[in-house]
Structures are given as structure tokens and as C-alpha cells.
């Protein structure tokens, strides 16, 4: 199956700062998402984005896919922002393979 | 949110017990799925279902079945708990376009102690 990895594990940044977070997966896909699961443990869906550039406020994200990986921005971080944000992607069907996160703190 | 509620939020039961978690949606998703979260893991998919009385094993099923007669709800059963499946089991579903599968969204998750 495809294999995602995320990097780095741990960021740990100061308020106002940003960050970036990779995912590299090992084959082709037609779906990838991008999840943020607060503190309280729920998982909130930030992007669906097999392929190109998406903002929506603070946050954007690219894929490309012809060299397997996704990045997602985070601008101006907040300590609301803190979690972890998981990459899923999906090679068909309706299976998603996610990621083992990156854990965020950002502190005040 | 997608209108998805899971039931129980937590539970504690003994080995060998049968347990039984509910998913119900109320916007009537074809996709619904359940996942396991273990620290180290991420999240892993555990069965799916495509429609009613339609499902699939995901690539940690063993041990776990699921049902799904009513479009709303979606069914996972652990026939005889281990210790091994304490863990947190999220519910989810996928909102499609155009008859691909989209974004997905979850439930508030299950907190399952198995002594």
C-alpha cells in the first residue's frame, strides 16, 4: 500500500511565528487531505487537495504530485493552532492511508 | 460538523466481552467508515461501507465487523475485546461530488478501555 511519511514530528514555535509541514507518499494518488485534531481530540478537515494551491485564511497548501509530496503553510500561527495535523492521501477507491502527524505547540 | 454523532463516547469493558459502537449521520452519505487511532499510528481504517448492507475491510480489521442496514448508521462490533483494541475509534464520512469521493469528516470519536 502507500506509504506517508510527515515531517517533522515535533514543531514547537513562539505566536506569530510560521511554520511549514511536508508529506511525502510513496506513489501516485487522487486524493489527499489535510486534518488538524485539536488539543480535545477532534479532527477537523483543513484541505482537500490531490493536486495544486489552496488558501483559506492563515493556512494554505500545495501539492505536487508528479514528485509526491504536499506542504501545508501555517501563517502567523496562533495557540489555537496547536494539535496535530495529519496528511491522507488516497490511490483510489475510497480508502484514505493517513500519515502519524505532526504534533504542533505554538506558544504564546 | 456533518451531523455525525458516535455512541458511546467512552466506554470500559471487560476481555472477552462483546462490544458494539454506533455511528449515525443524518445527511445521508453513501461513505462511511471507522478508524482506530493508537498513539504512533496515526489513524488506521478498520472497515468502510459504499451503501447499505455494502461494506469492506479496511487494513486493521481483524477482530472487528461492521453492519450498515440503514443508510444513518453504521455499525462496528467487537465480537470478543481484546486489550489490544483499546484504542479511540472515530467514525467518519465522505461527502461526494460528482460521484467521486471528497472531503471526509469526522466523528467526535470513542474512547474504548478493554481491561
Known amino acids: 500500500g502507500i506509504q506517508v511519511e510527515q515531517s517533522p514530528p515535533d514543531l514547537i514555535l513562539q505566536e506569530g511565528a510560521n511554520s511549514t509541514l511536508r508529506c511525502n507518499f510513496s506513489d501516485s494518488v487522487n486524493n489527499l487531505q489535510w486534518f488538524h485534531q485539536n488539543p480535545w481530540g477532534q479532527l477537523i478537515n483543513l484541505f482537500y487537495?490531490?493536486?495544486g494551491t489552496k488558501q483559506n485564511g492563515r493556512l494554505s497548501a500545495t501539492t505536487v504530485a508528479t514528485e509526491r509530496y504536499s506542504l501545508l503553510y501555517i501563517s502567523s500561527s496562533q495557540t489555537t493552532d496547536s494539535g496535530v495535523y495529519f496528511c491522507?492521501?488516497?490511490?483510489?477507491?475510497?480508502?484514505?492511508?493517513f500519515g502519524e502527524g505532526t504534533q504542533l505547540t505554538v506558544n504564546p | 460538523d456533518a451531523g455525525i454523532t458516535q455512541s458511546p463516547r467512552h466506554k470500559v469493558t471487560e476481555t472477552g466481552t462483546p462490544v458494539t459502537l454506533r455511528c449515525h449521520q443524518t445527511e445521508n452519505h453513501r461513505y462511511m467508515y471507522w478508524y482506530r487511532q493508537d498513539p504512533g499510528h496515526g489513524l488506521r481504517l478498520i472497515h468502510y461501507s459504499y451503501g447499505v448492507k455494502d461494506t469492506d475491510k479496511g487494513e486493521v480489521s481483524d477482530g472487528y465487523s461492521v453492519s450498515r442496514s440503514k443508510t444513518e448508521d453504521f455499525l462496528l462490533t467487537l465480537e470478543s475485546a481484546t486489550s489490544s483494541q483499546t484504542s479511540v475509534y472515530f467514525c467518519a464520512i465522505s461527502e461526494t461530488l460528482a460521484g467521486l469521493q471528497e472531503t471526509q469528516y469526522f466523528g467526535p470519536g470513542t474512547r474504548l478501555l478493554v481491561l
Open positions: 487537495i490531490p493536486s
Open positions: 491522507a492521501v488516497g490511490g483510489g477507491g475510497s480508502r484514505l492511508t
